[in-house]
């Protein structure tokens, strides 16, 4: 799974550096990089980058600990990697007030991802989060789980 996150963020580059500032082969913002412990002019050592992806990681997991079902809860990981856990818990509480499972990614919470960019959802008084554009973050969980189920098939058991 991270070799798939860091394909999917930079195709492995360290020197990457995204639109909106994110750097290194793991495409952490420079704010978040600071609380995982990347000391500023390391963004772009890779076993940095690996090390802070992986504690940011872990602590969102922990954010998403009501998900009960591990593969279920990796989707909101993703999300939030990509999109930042507000926007996720924002998809949450929509998916909850509108009869959907706030604790399941397909066809549930993740319609609601793509619908934050709509003013109707995202000025809805259960999202904290404002604004934001989904579908990037819709198609980058698809995106890293396909390369991560890719690369176990190729994986020797």
């Known amino acids: 799974l991270l070799a798939a996150l860091a394909y999917i963020e930079s195709n492995f580059n360290t020197g990457a550096v995204s639109w909106a500032g994110a750097q290194g082969m793991m495409q952490l913002m420079p704010s978040t990089a600071r609380k995982m412990g990347i000391l500023p002019g390391?963004?772009?050592?890779?076993?940095?980058?690996?090390?802070?992806?992986?504690?940011?990681?872990?602590?969102?997991?922990?954010?998403?600990?009501?998900?009960?079902?591990?593969?279920?809860?990796?989707?909101?990981?993703?999300?939030?990697?990509?999109?930042?856990a507000g926007h996720v818990i924002d998809a949450m509480a929509l998916a909850k007030k509108y009869g959907k499972n706030g604790y399941k990614w397909d066809?549930?919470?993740?319609?609601?991802?793509?619908?934050?960019?709509?003013?109707?959802?995202?000025?809805?008084?259960?999202?904290k989060s404002g604004y934001f554009r989904g579908k990037d973050t819709y198609n980058f969980v698809i995106n890293v789980l396909e390369a991560a189920e890719s690369y176990k098939k190729k994986i020797k058991h």
């Open 107 to 127: 066809n549930n919470v993740a319609e609601f991802i793509l619908l934050k960019s709509n003013e109707e959802y995202y000025n809805d008084p259960v999202c």
């Open 42 to 84: 390391k963004e772009h050592d890779a076993e940095e980058s690996i090390k802070a992806a992986t504690k940011y990681i872990k602590i969102t997991d922990r954010k998403f600990s009501k998900i009960k079902d591990p593969k279920e809860r990796v989707k909101f990981i993703l999300a939030a990697y990509n999109a930042g």
